[in-house]
């Protein structure tokens, strides 16, 4: 398990993330409209997991947004924004914020945060995921992977983008 920190105070995550250089484990999400959204979905795209806590706080929003603008013009990138929120809520922000680069994955009927290892163990955000990169090519591969030491922080966009290159 990793430890993360809360404004300074630490909590562990239920795992650790794949490795780089390991197959990523498959998912199911829930797309916006309630659909599966799957990785087996998004096969021959490079594929980015932005991982948060809440689309409702400051710098899951914030990732979201970056997302979009940074990797979203990319040629074969699918960016999927994943958190605990309810499709709807993912969908409304994205709307209300004009993205259209970035899919949304809500993990309300999932596994996805016990299988990728980011699901909050210990704290006030248990079973909601840690602010986490994943980014995975074309073969199913992990490419690049950053837990983000403090939940308040933002992610390395440049690092996660950079094995896009």
């Known amino acids: 398990m990793a430890t993360v920190t ?56 914030t990732s979201v947004r970056e997302f979009n603008a940074k990797a979203g013009s990319l040629d074969n990138v699918a960016v999927v924004c994943i ?3 309810l499709p709807f809520a993912l969908g409304r922000f994205c709307g209300a914020e004009g993205l259209s680069n970035v899919k949304v994955g809500s993990t309300f009927r999932s596994s996805f945060g016990d299988d990728y290892g980011v699901a909050f163990k210990t704290g006030p955000l248990t079973k909601l995921l840690s602010r986490a990169v994943v980014v995975v090519g074309t073969d199913g591969k ?6 983000v030491a403090e939940t308040g922080n933002e992610p390395n966009y440049e690092a996660a983008l950079k094995v896009l290159g």
């Open 6 to 61: 809360l404004h300074g105070n630490p909590f562990e995550t239920v795992g650790n993330l794949p490795a780089v250089g390991s197959n990523a484990p498959a998912f199911t999400l829930a797309g916006a409209d309630l659909s599966d959204l799957t990785l087996a979905s998004l096969a021959g795209k490079r594929v980015v997991l932005n991982i948060f806590p809440s689309i409702d706080t400051p710098t899951c929003a």
């Open 83 to 85: 958190s605990a929120d």
């Open 142 to 147: 992990v490419l690049h992977n950053e837990q």
